[in-house]
């Protein structure tokens, strides 16, 4: 099975994608390490221990990671997207996590469980890219233990925090564009165009809730985030952003991707924290006609068998 990594804000996204995970018998979910997001981080880090546990892992290592940006600035939050702790109110009706939170940061659990591992690995970042910028920086040579970096985050077409950054990438520009730069990393990126398409249902959630205990206890986590794209789309239902992008680091070319150069802008104007994605013919020729560097830009999926893939895993149950 995939070897996987993921780093996370939780979020009620996050969960869908952390349960996706964990439920998967053909994962071998290494660790899960945390960052400052959605919510703050030790809301962040207590919600990933108790979601692990509600999805029967509590093998799964967790460590807490950064609480800032790299460059300091107050951490922006999202709670009036997923409530004041991150699962819309519903964090301490998880159960408690039995498996105590690793002594070391996130940097160290990521750095010994790459280095342990026999074969390379896939980290999913679904959050601000802090962590893993701070990994590549500090310990390079574990790069060559990383099969592939598939990120939730940016936009082609379209911001969400501001008008032309979507929210994890704001959250640190100088982290992801750092991250975005690593030439030597096979990377992916599953921008809002794509996960604003493969959005869910009233009815899909009503199947997940059908499905058993833990599709129910997922489903009754999404009331402020639904009634939030209630709010801003007019949509009754939910863009699962985090699910998307761990559905193709567990099962490659669920999604269709294209290569483009993509910078990060982390100036301080109207543009800050935007995904700039080349898709002029002329850069697909001419490499140097782009500062960016090439990765792998989720554009299209199925959408039927990306719902099916999702709601089937989510509906099988804890492991
Ligand atoms: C991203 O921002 C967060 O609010 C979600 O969890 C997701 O990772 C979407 O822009
Ligand atoms: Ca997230």
Redesign the pocket.
């Known amino acids: 099975g995939t070897k996987l990594i993921i780093d996370t804000?939780p979020?009620v996204?996050?969960a869908f994608a952390i349960a996706l995970a964990a439920v998967s018998a053909d994962v071998e979910l290494l660790g899960v390490t945390t960052v400052f997001?959605?919510v703050p981080l030790a809301s962040t880090t207590a919600n990933a221990r108790r979601l692990l546990q509600l999805c029967g892992r509590p093998d799964v290592p967790v460590a807490a990671g950064a609480a800032r940006p790299l460059v300091h600035r107050n951490p922006h939050t999202?709670a009036f997207?997923?409530g004041a702790d991150g699962l819309s109110g519903r964090s301490s009706t998880l159960p408690e996590a039995t498996r105590p939170l690793e002594s070391g940061d996130a940097v160290s659990l990521l750095v010994s469980l790459l280095e342990a591992a026999d074969e390379p690995v896939t980290i999913a970042p679904?959050?601000p890219l802090t962590n893993i910028a701070a990994l590549l920086a500090a310990h390079p040579g574990v790069r060559e233990k990383i099969a592939r970096i598939v990120i939730?985050?940016g936009g082609v077409e379209r911001g969400?925090s501001t008008a032309a950054a979507?929210?994890?990438i704001w959250s640190d520009p100088e982290a992801a564009r750092r991250v975005l730069a690593e030439d030597d990393v096979p990377c992916a990126l599953v921008p809002?165009d794509i996960?604003h398409r493969c959005a869910i249902d009233r009815d899909w959630l009503a199947k997940l809730a059908a499905s058993g205990p833990l599709g129910a206890t997922l489903e009754g986590l999404t009331a402020d985030y639904t009634a939030y794209y209630s709010r801003v789309l007019g949509f009754d239902g939910m863009v699962m952003?985090?699910a998307v992008a761990v559905a193709e680091a567990i099962s490659p070319g669920i999604l269709r991707t294209e290569p483009y150069p993509v910078n990060v802008d982390c100036g301080a104007g109207p543009a800050r924290g935007m995904t700039v994605v080349d898709r002029r013919r002329l850069s697909r020729d001419d490499p140097e006609a782009s500062p960016g560097r090439t990765v792998e830009v989720a554009v299209d999926t199925d959408l039927g068998t990306l719902r099916q893939f999702v709601l089937d895993r989510l509906s099988g149950g804890p492991r």
């Open positions: 804000d979020g996204d996050d997001g959605n999202a997207v997923h679904i959050g939730m985050g969400n979507e929210f994890n809002l996960t952003h985090d």
